[in-house]
């Protein structure tokens, strides 16, 4: 489990994504928005080239690809 204030990667991959923002190229996965997406608790930022984890919590994603089984999201934006 990844629990970060902002993501900006090459690709994210997970089981599951709860994000208040995504902005990405291309999103792949059941995409479930929502207002009630409560992240708390999250830490520091991440930047890599991938980064993969079963579950991620994240306010801010920054990607290229985004590939989830499920993504809960309030606000995604696509490049």
Do not use: C, W
Request: no cysteine; glycine share 6%; aromatic share 4%.
């Amino acid at each position: 489990m990844i629990n970060a204030d902002q993501i900006k990667a090459d690709q994210v991959r997970a089981g599951t994504i709860y994000a208040n923002r995504i902005e990405a190229d291309q999103v792949v996965g059941q995409v479930h928005q929502t207002r009630d997406v409560k992240i708390r608790d999250t830490r520091g930022d991440i930047r890599a080239p991938e980064v993969t984890a079963g579950t991620i919590y994240a306010d801010e994603i920054k990607a290229n690809s985004v590939i989830a089984q499920h993504v809960f999201v309030r606000d995604l934006r696509r490049r």
